[in-house]
Structures are given as structure tokens and as C-alpha cells.
């Protein structure tokens, strides 16, 4: 595949259409709404999809089914389309009810967002809903997307929206109510356990806060979600209420996970490999900064090793470590690794 059509040019449409230009597909998108590169702009659905190799539908859930029907008679078999909503369930039934066996489609859900990419977080993991219409969709979706650096896992639409239910939808709602309830994220000293729910509340808000309604109304599985979360909230108030002194902590406590090691050990170790894995992770994001910074580079004419810049990144390295009364030759001996790193990664 090499040319793209982009139907929806909104926050994640132009993050996503940024991402593949970057890659080097080239872009042709129709928002009428939207303000995007000139280069992009396409002034139809059929200008947009014509030439395309896949056309892909990144509009509210709600609206799609009028805009797949617009865009019905201006694709071919030869092309792929897909959609990204965060739903899959009603996207995938009107793509059925539209393309049928006519015209190769499937249902994907990219789990990133505008912030994400902005941040250069890696891994980008996106959803893949095999479609047996048409078998060999999973497979070009899966290449379009691998191509733009993203890992792909394949999922029938309603267990991906029964997990969605229970996850996205979840985390939205408990967001949105803890701030309608005038909860402040950005407490000062707040315990390490709310600000994992502060985490949680600005990622919410920043990615994807404008998806609340739809990630609530348009997943079949969400209302049940609710229900059940509602309903054990309501009866844990009243068992706090119940509760008498003598028994209170042992009814109301949080049941700890049966281990043969010390608790202590088991909370450790296991804090210790969720900091890895988010070690990890940064380094991945590093890695997609370094490769912009490479880019940068060659279109300054200058060359990729900076020693320099490397210099003024170590001594700034021990410095933090000083202020935070850690070994800073061992910080040190850290970074000269990610900094050779980073030069693979740049080449």
C-alpha cells in the first residue's frame, strides 16, 4: 500500500494521517470541517478515495454508518477500507449491511491517541476484528498498520468490546465522576494510590475526553459495565456503614492475593517489574524521539553523533542524581548506555 484516503480529519484523524505521512504513505483527506496541509486536502469523498489503497474512517461512531454510505459508491474491490472507532460491534454491522462481500473492509481499533503519539509512547498496540467475509483483510490491516510501527493483536468485535466495556469505559466513567464530583487531580502530596488515579484522570481527559459519550453509548457492553460497578459501589457504602467496630476491618478490608512469599516481597517485586516494564517503554519512546531527532539532523545537514550534546546530557544526568542523593557515576554509567542506544537507533 502506499496511498492512503483519510475520511475525518479531527484530533485522532490528524494524528493518525501525521503518523503515516511520516512513514512515507502518502495522505488525501476529506473533513470539511477541518483544517489540515493543503497537500492533504482532498474536496470530496470521491476525490479522497479515489487512487486509494485503503480508505480509512476515522469519524464519531454515531455518524458512521452515513458516511460509509457516502462512501460506498466511490470505492472499488481493489480497495481496503477500515475504520478505527473504539467500538467495534455497530461499526463492523454497518460495514457488513453496506460493503457486504463487494468490497474488502475490517474493523480496527488503534488503543493510542493524539497525546500518545505526541509523546512518542511505544508500544502503539491497535485491535484487528477478522473479518471472515473477507479473510485476507486481517492480513493487509495488520501490514498497514505494522509499518507504521504499531503492534497488532486480533479480536472478535464483542469480546473486544465486552473488554472495552470493562476497561476504556470503566476508566472514563470513574474519571468523569471523581471530576463531577470535584475530586482535584493535582492534589499536593497525594498518596501514591490516588496518583495512579490521577495518572489515569489527565490521560483521560487529554487523549480522549471528548469520546465520553460515544465510548458510553455506542459499546452494547458499557451500560452492564456500569450497572455492575454502580451496583457493588452502592453495596460497599452500605457495608461501610453497617460495618461494627470490632469486625469493620476485617469485613471491609481488601483481600490480598494468597503467596507463599512475605507480602512485603510480593509488593516489591511486583512494583519493581512494573517499573521495568515502564523503563522499557520509555526507552521505546526514546527511540521514536531519536529517530525524529536523526531526521532533524539530516535536514540541518548535521551529522548524528553530537559529542557535544552528549557531554551537556551526562553532565545534566549527574546533577539530577546529586539532587536526588543517588550515585551519580552509576547514573552516569546508565545513560552512556542509553546513549549508545539512541546512536543505533539513529544510525
Same mark, same amino acid.
Given at each position: 500500500?502506499?496511498?492512503?484516503?483519510?475520511?475525518?480529519?479531527?484530533?485522532? +484523524?490528524?494524528? &493518525?494521517?501525521?503518523?503515516?505521512?511520516?512513514?512515507?504513505?502518502?495522505?488525501?483527506?476529506?473533513?470539511?470541517?477541518?483544517?489540515? $496541509?493543503?497537500?492533504?486536502?482532498?474536496?470530496?469523498?470521491?476525490?479522497?478515495?479515489?487512487?486509494?489503497?485503503?480508505? @480509512?474512517?476515522?469519524?464519531?461512531?454515531?455518524?458512521? $454508518?452515513?458516511?460509509?454510505?457516502? &462512501?460506498?459508491?466511490?470505492?472499488?474491490?481493489?480497495?481496503?477500507?477500515?475504520?478505527?472507532?473504539?467500538?467495534?460491534?455497530?461499526?463492523?454491522?454497518?460495514?457488513?449491511?453496506?460493503?457486504?462481500?463487494?468490497?474488502?473492509?475490517? +474493523?480496527?481499533? $488503534?488503543?493510542?491517541?493524539?497525546?500518545?503519539?505526541?509523546?512518542?509512547?511505544?508500544?502503539?498496540?491497535?485491535?484487528?476484528? $477478522?473479518?471472515?467475509?473477507?479473510?485476507?483483510?486481517?492480513?493487509?490491516?495488520?501490514?498497514?498498520?505494522?509499518?507504521?510501527?504499531?503492534?497488532?493483536?486480533?479480536? !472478535?468485535?464483542?469480546?473486544?468490546?465486552?473488554?472495552?466495556?470493562?476497561?476504556?469505559?470503566?476508566?472514563?466513567?470513574?474519571?468523569?465522576?471523581?471530576?463531577?464530583?470535584?475530586?482535584?487531580?493535582?492534589?499536593? #502530596?497525594?498518596?501514591?494510590?490516588?496518583?495512579?488515579?490521577?495518572?489515569?484522570?489527565?490521560?483521560?481527559?487529554?487523549?480522549?475526553?471528548?469520546?465520553?459519550?460515544?465510548?458510553?453509548?455506542? #459499546?452494547?457492553?458499557?451500560?452492564?459495565?456500569?450497572?455492575?460497578?454502580?451496583?457493588?459501589?452502592?453495596?460497599?457504602?452500605?457495608?461501610?456503614?453497617?460495618? *461494627?467496630?470490632?469486625?469493620?476491618?476485617?469485613? &471491609?478490608? @481488601?483481600?490480598?492475593?494468597?503467596?507463599? =512469599?512475605?507480602?512485603?516481597?510480593?509488593?516489591?517485586? !511486583?512494583?519493581?517489574?512494573?517499573?521495568?516494564?515502564?523503563?522499557?517503554?520509555?526507552?521505546?519512546?526514546?527511540?521514536? &524521539?531519536?529517530?525524529?531527532?536523526?531526521? *532533524?539532523?539530516?535536514?540541518?545537514?548535521?551529522?548524528?553523533?553530537?559529542?557535544?550534546?552528549?557531554?551537556?546530557?551526562?553532565?545534566?544526568?549527574?546533577?539530577?542524581? #546529586?539532587?536526588? =542523593?543517588?550515585?551519580?557515576?552509576?547514573?552516569?554509567?546508565?545513560?552512556?548506555?542509553?546513549?549508545?542506544?539512541?546512536?543505533?537507533?539513529? +544510525?
Amino acid at each position: 500500500m502506499r496511498r492512503i484516503a483519510m475520511l475525518g480529519h479531527g484530533r485522532f +484523524g490528524r494524528a &493518525l494521517s501525521d503518523l503515516m505521512v511520516e512513514s512515507g504513505f502518502e495522505v488525501r483527506a476529506y473533513d470539511p470541517h477541518a483544517e489540515m $496541509p493543503a497537500e492533504r486536502r482532498a474536496s470530496s469523498i470521491e476525490e479522497a478515495a479515489k487512487g486509494a489503497d485503503a480508505v @480509512i474512517v476515522s469519524v464519531p461512531v454515531g455518524v458512521m $454508518p452515513d458516511v460509509l454510505r457516502a &462512501l460506498r459508491p466511490h470505492v472499488t474491490p481493489e480497495q481496503l477500507v477500515l475504520d478505527v472507532g473504539s467500538v467495534k460491534v455497530h461499526p463492523i454491522e454497518a460495514m457488513r449491511e453496506i460493503f457486504g462481500t463487494e468490497i474488502p473492509w475490517i +474493523g480496527t481499533h $488503534p488503543l493510542f491517541g493524539p497525546v500518545s503519539l505526541a509523546h512518542a509512547e511505544r508500544p502503539l498496540r491497535v485491535v484487528i476484528c $477478522p473479518n471472515p467475509m473477507h479473510p485476507g483483510t486481517a492480513a493487509q490491516a495488520r501490514a498497514l498498520y505494522e509499518r507504521v510501527g504499531c503492534w497488532t493483536l486480533e479480536q !472478535d468485535a464483542h469480546a473486544h468490546d465486552k473488554a472495552m466495556a470493562d476497561t476504556h469505559a470503566l476508566a472514563f466513567f470513574v474519571a468523569k465522576g471523581m471530576l463531577d464530583a470535584g475530586v482535584d487531580p493535582r492534589v499536593p #502530596n497525594a498518596p501514591p494510590s490516588f496518583q495512579a488515579m490521577a495518572r489515569t484522570i489527565e490521560s483521560v481527559r487529554g487523549d480522549a475526553g471528548h469520546l465520553f459519550a460515544a465510548i458510553q453509548a455506542e #459499546n452494547p457492553y458499557a451500560t452492564d459495565a456500569r450497572r455492575r460497578l454502580i451496583d457493588a459501589l452502592t453495596a460497599l457504602d452500605a457495608s461501610i456503614a453497617k460495618a *461494627a467496630p470490632a469486625t469493620r476491618d476485617a469485613t &471491609l478490608a @481488601i483481600p490480598e492475593s494468597p503467596v507463599e =512469599q512475605s507480602a512485603e516481597l510480593v509488593e516489591a517485586r !511486583d512494583l519493581i517489574d512494573e517499573l521495568d516494564r515502564e523503563i522499557v517503554e520509555r526507552l521505546a519512546r526514546r527511540a521514536e &524521539l531519536s529517530r525524529r531527532a536523526r531526521a *532533524a539532523k539530516a535536514r540541518d545537514g548535521k551529522p548524528v553523533h553530537d559529542p557535544t550534546r552528549e557531554a551537556q546530557v551526562l553532565a545534566a544526568r549527574r546533577e539530577w542524581a #546529586n539532587e536526588l =542523593q543517588i550515585d551519580a557515576q552509576s547514573v552516569e554509567d546508565v545513560f552512556r548506555a542509553v546513549l549508545r542506544f539512541s546512536r543505533r537507533v539513529q +544510525g
